[in-house]
């Protein structure tokens, strides 16, 4: 039976983390399915979906990867897939792109983040970067998200018109397309 | 004829949407004038829309001979009220902009515009452009219409910081 762990892994940045954990993964006949690593500024984050071969468990994985991290500073978590979460597809929702920006204030990401949950609006990805501007630091986030309908999206678009002006930010919602090129 | 501060997000002018020159209007040139020593001013910088430097009209200067890239290009463009009458062959490609000094961002633009313009004595212009050259022209015309290049973003892995100075800037 296929098994899968979740790890996600977080330290100090510097040359060689990726090398160390691959390794781990490459020597116990793991495969990499789903990655997702970045540096924010001086931390480097690591999250990823790993498949494990016929005779190793997730213990055996804890264990290998155990003495990597503690030499690279990382702070790791494992948790094995259950058969439904491996089975888990998004389905019958539509994909959406939210691009906000704006003069940085407390409060931006929650207020946004409350309105979607409130719909039932799944966010899949999000990213922000503060960036200091020449008057005041501008705030820029992107979020995709997964939303149950045409009627929820039509919804949320009209409550994000209201944040707009509230949040004093800019804001464009738009279905996520595929890009043909 | 002077060089302008360029104007950065949050400024309200960004925002807006320029109205259009009456033909002859001398308020053009002048207009062009200082878009040309602006952009003279920022090395890298490939092309000016005339609300970035504080003046809501639409006039832009693009002059992608000057990245560090060679392209195909047709010299300085100073155009007045600049109008995409065809776009095609979208393809998407790295962005930056002088009033988001920080961020990069890919945007999907066509690398094949018609465009309609005058030019700085008010001749009637229509000309094809194409590759970066036609890209810059859609980012600043784009600016004519208050839209910024963050706000064609359609995925969260398409924003940057910019983490060494200048690439190309618009």
Redesign the interface.
Known sequence: MKKQVALSAIGKDQPGIVAALSKVFFENQCNLEDSSMTRLKGDFAVLLLISLPENRTPEDLRRAVEPVAQKWGLVFSMRELSPEEMELEASGTLPY?L?V???DHPGIVYRLARAAADEKINIT???T?V??????P?Y?L???VEVPGARVAEAFGEKLEALKKELKV?V?F?A??A?E? | MAVLPVL????PLL?QKAPSLSPGDPQGLRALEDLEDTMSAHPGCVGLAAPQVGCLARAVVVDVSRSVRPCENHGRLKLLNPDVLEATQ???GREGCLS????LANV?RAQRIRLKAFNEWWEKMDLVFTGFEAVALQHEIDHLDGI?F??R???????F?RRKPQSAAL
Request: aromatic share 8%; proline share 4%.
């Open positions: 792109t691009v920006y704006g003069v990805d999000l990213r970067h960036t200091t501007g020449a008057q005041a501008l820029s992107v979020m995709e800019e464009s738009k996520a397309e890009e090129l | 950065v997000y949050p400024h925002k979208w393809k998407i988001f000094p920080d961020l999907k910024l963050l706000d973003i359609r995925s969260s892995k398409d924003l910081e």
